[in-house]
């Protein structure tokens, strides 16, 4: 890597064309380096760091939770709130545990109205990490894809086209479509707030274990080519 590369990389050639949420931990914008409160640098949503979630250096910034209970809440914005939309994190797991979840738009895990959408590493029982979209009756995309593995980066991202053409609402992981399936409606539930790792009131160990460096939102599903311009940008950032 060039010695400005870890820095240009957190700073171009992402895809901006429908960029509406754009938290990435390494600018001081999103997070000026002390106390609770990041900003979205698109569309300056606030987040707040809850229940002593912090702040590394890492990999030029990032978001950390410890599992138990921390995660970043950043309110129920009308951004969150309709599809289509594509998902993109850059997250790193420290362990395997009981859902552990990137993106939850109300509880992490829970029946069809405890939760509108949420993106989750499942236990260490299981081998797989879902996609989940709920219209408060039925999960309308439920796909579930390999899980990554622990204690290394990866670039995830999540995708639904809010329609029930054949196979609109896919899994990516580091660059490669991962699974896809085919959503058994179009409704979808807007009661609760969306979490950066997480959030259960109830069996709060269901947050994210591990760091969280990026998270994305766009208007439209971007294209296997963008998706990959998009990790291109950042791999060495995080050892690619």
């Given at each position: 890597?060039?010695?400005?590369?870890?820095?240009?990389?957190?700073?171009t050639?992402?895809i901006?064309?429908?960029?509406?949420?754009n938290?990435?931990?390494?600018k001081f914008?999103?997070?000026?380096?002390t106390?609770?409160?990041?900003?979205?640098?698109?569309?300056?949503?606030?987040?707040?760091f809850?229940?002593?979630a912090s702040f590394?250096?890492?990999?030029l910034?990032a978001?950390?939770?410890?599992?138990?209970d921390d995660h970043?809440?950043?309110g129920?914005?009308a951004?969150f709130?309709?599809?289509?939309?594509?998902i993109?994190a850059?997250?790193?797991c420290?362990?395997?545990?009981?859902?552990?979840a990137?993106?939850?738009?109300?509880r992490s895990?829970?029946?069809?109205?405890d939760?509108?959408?949420?993106?989750?590493w499942i236990?260490?029982?299981?081998?797989?990490?879902?996609?989940i979209?709920?219209d408060?009756?039925?999960?309308v995309v439920?796909l579930?894809?390999?899980?990554?593995s622990a204690g290394?980066?990866?670039?995830?991202?999540?995708q639904?086209?809010g329609?029930?053409?054949?196979n609109?609402?896919?899994l990516?992981t580091?660059?490669?479509l991962?699974?896809q399936?085919?959503?058994?409606?179009t409704g979808?539930?807007?009661?609760?707030n969306?979490?950066?790792?997480?959030?259960?009131?109830s069996n709060?160990?269901?947050?994210?274990?591990?760091?969280?460096?990026?998270i994305r939102a766009y208007?439209?599903?971007?294209?296997t080519?963008?998706?990959?311009i998009?990790?291109?940008?950042?791999?060495?950032r995080?050892g690619l």
């Amino acid at each position: 890597m060039s010695k400005i590369g870890a820095i240009a990389q957190s700073d171009t050639s992402i895809i901006t064309d429908g960029l509406v949420f754009n938290m990435d931990f390494s600018k001081f914008a999103c997070y000026p380096r002390t106390g609770t409160t990041c900003t979205d640098l698109n569309a300056s949503i606030n987040g707040t760091f809850t229940n002593g979630a912090s702040f590394t250096s890492d990999n030029l910034g990032a978001f950390v939770g410890d599992g138990v209970d921390d995660h970043m809440d950043c309110g129920n914005n009308a951004i969150f709130q309709s599809f289509p939309l594509t998902i993109e994190a850059w997250v790193r797991c420290d362990a395997d545990k009981d859902r552990n979840a990137i993106l939850t738009k109300g509880r992490s895990s829970g029946n069809k109205t405890d939760r509108d959408m949420d993106i989750i590493w499942i236990d260490t029982t299981r081998t797989n990490m879902d996609f989940i979209v709920s219209d408060g009756v039925n999960f309308v995309v439920q796909l579930q894809v390999a899980k990554p593995s622990a204690g290394a980066w990866h670039h995830i991202v999540a995708q639904w086209d809010g329609t029930t053409n054949s196979n609109t609402a896919k899994l990516f992981t580091d660059n490669a479509l991962a699974g896809q399936t085919t959503a058994t409606g179009t409704g979808f539930r807007n009661a609760h707030n969306v979490f950066i790792g997480g959030q259960h009131p109830s069996n709060p160990n269901r947050t994210w274990d591990g760091k969280i460096a990026v998270i994305r939102a766009y208007n439209r599903i971007l294209t296997t080519d963008e998706i990959s311009i998009n990790y291109n940008a950042l791999k060495e950032r995080f050892g690619l």
